[in-house]
């Protein structure tokens, strides 16, 4: 089974979640833990941290491609 949770994206349908213009997703798959873009800024960590979601124990972050967007959060993620 998968499971993929939104952690950013244009709109926010969790009032308790922050949202911008971009994507990042957490995806889980048959024990492997992976990133799908990190968004713009900080706010997939926040909103990952609300969800319960530890991203210090990823096994792989995916770019899907090189726009700001999709990529700028990177550099707040130190795992």
């Not at 939104?6 to 995806?27: A, T």
């Not at 024990?31 to 941290?49: C, E």
């Not at 609300?50 to 096994?59: F, N, Q, S, W």
Request: proline letters at 0%.
């Amino acid at each position: 089974m998968i499971k993929m949770i939104v952690l950013n994206d244009d709109r926010c349908v969790n009032e308790k979640l922050e949202c911008e213009h971009g994507l990042s997703l957490y995806i889980e798959y048959d024990n492997i833990k992976l990133l799908f873009d990190t968004g713009q800024t900080d706010i997939f960590l926040s909103n990952a941290i609300k969800l319960g979601i530890d991203l210090a124990y990823l096994d792989f972050i995916i770019l899907c491609h090189g726009d700001y967007d999709h990529g700028n959060g990177l550099k707040y993620l130190n795992t």
